[in-house]
């Protein structure tokens, strides 16, 4: 029998650190490989983590509700020594003592050192994970107040032993203002005592917690401007109805207007590679995949992004067997954590709910999303050999918000149109 350290998977290319939900295991029980271990939380979706390796839980290094950083160890097991191909091999057990914290007394040094300054500044990194704001929310801490405790995690992130070491200190901080030079050009954001009203009171659940701060960060990040066109979708939906049919019959697939669009908007994005970027600081990041995320509702309310992998790679049937997959895991709450990462550039189908245009908000870390919105039949003036007629043509708008930053008007309107065009100029004579 050996021990074999069970680290914290990778749940995401973006995702860092995870909080434990629940473990399916105590100390003492026996695990088979591929047996469900814990489950965990991400800022994306809840996933269930299988153990690599057979054997009897020794030690859970962690508890519930507690974040936990991507490939620390969290749990010993004794094994036969069998691992799952792949998967990390056992480490000494020395490092269990290193990942789980610093000394309490070491920490209360760096606190006291940190606490002896004249006067206070402000974290660098002013993320708090959802632990922190628990712990904060129990002891009446306020986000200024929280701010201004002294952080030993890498990156200047704020741990569950600062803040608690920090209440052992009387929280001396309390009250503390920081000195820092005032920009008289900077904007203030005013602090107004608005009468919310009365009514109900809905606590909001994890995960739409999690949707409003990824919301307000993107705008806080991204200087989002809304870029607009409409375009004659006609043919493309006469050829969607003439063949849904057959194509059902003979994929045993649905034809929605959905892998349509993801077709479309993969073609535009390979003609215009500086859409599909990430920013980090100064520099950009080209991607190297074209992932496509569609926006999808769950049932709850909730929002959620699947991810259409390479979808320039793919076939028509392909896309529409993996959209169906998506969708459909997505409604049943089935979706894993592969389903919804990787997304390198956004669409959202606004129309599925009657809009007739958006103006989405950036998927972050990506610099532009699409909305399409209702196809509508509309009397349209159009070119004939007989010169200008009316007619009743299939219209729909598209909106294009991008990142100021990296993606100018140019380009911005210059891809929303390649899109509008690749719709327009569909080929109704394509074959099934």
Do not use: C
């Amino acid at each position: 029998m050996s021990t074999f350290e069970f680290k914290m998977p990778k749940l995401g290319e973006s995702i860092t650190e995870a909080a434990i939900i629940t473990w399916f295991k105590n100390v003492g029980d026996t695990i088979e490989q591929d047996e469900m271990l814990l489950e965990v939380a991400t800022d994306k979706v809840d996933s269930e983590v299988p153990s690599t390796v057979s054997g009897v839980i020794e030690e859970i290094l962690f508890k519930a509700n507690e974040v936990i950083k991507i490939g620390d160890t969290i749990a010993i097991i004794k094994t036969n020594g069998e691992v799952l191909e792949g998967k990390s091999k056992k480490k000494s057990k020395s490092t269990k003592k290193q990942i789980t914290s610093q000394k309490p007394a070491e920490i209360k040094r760096s606190v006291k050192r940190q606490m002896s300054l004249p006067t206070a500044g402000q974290n660098n990194n002013t993320f708090f994970s959802p632990l922190i704001i628990s712990i904060a929310k129990d002891h009446h801490i306020s986000f200024e107040e929280l701010a201004r405790i002294p952080a030993t995690g890498k990156d200047g992130r704020l741990r569950k032993s600062d803040v608690f070491s920090y209440i052992e200190q009387g929280r001396p901080l309390k009250f503390v203002q920081p000195h820092v030079q005032k920009d008289p050009t900077a904007y203030r954001i005013p602090q107004l005592n608005l009468d919310k009203g009365k009514g109900k009171i809905v606590e909001m659940d994890r995960m739409r917690k999690m949707i409003a701060d990824h919301m307000v960060y993107s705008k806080h990040t991204s200087p989002h401007v809304t870029a607009y066109v409409e375009a004659d979708l006609t043919e493309l939906v006469q050829w969607r109805n003439e063949n849904k049919i057959k194509f059902q019959k003979k994929y045993n697939q649905k034809l929605t207007y959905t892998p349509l669009f993801v077709e479309a908007v993969a073609k535009a994005v390979q003609d215009f590679p500086m859409i599909n970027v990430s920013v980090d600081g100064d520099k950009i990041i080209v991607k190297e995949d074209i992932n496509i995320g569609m926006a999808t509702a769950l049932p709850n309310g909730n929002l959620i992004v699947p991810v259409v992998h390479k979808a320039n790679e793919k076939s028509l049937v392909d896309l529409a067997t993996n959209v169906n997959a998506l969708v459909e895991s997505a409604r049943t709450n089935s979706l894993k954590a592969d389903d919804i990462k990787g997304s390198t550039f956004t669409i959202s189908n606004v129309g599925t709910f009657g809009s007739v245009m958006g103006t989405p908000i950036i998927n972050q870390p990506e610099v532009a999303i699409l909305a399409l919105g209702i196809i509508k039949k509309r009397a349209e003036v159009i070119e004939s050999e007989k010169g200008d007629e009316i007619a009743i043509r299939s219209m729909m708008y598209l909106s294009l918000s991008f990142d100021h930053r990296v993606v100018d008007g140019f380009l911005g309107g210059s891809f929303l149109r390649r899109i509008a065009d690749n719709l327009e100029q569909f080929d109704i004579k394509r074959s099934i």
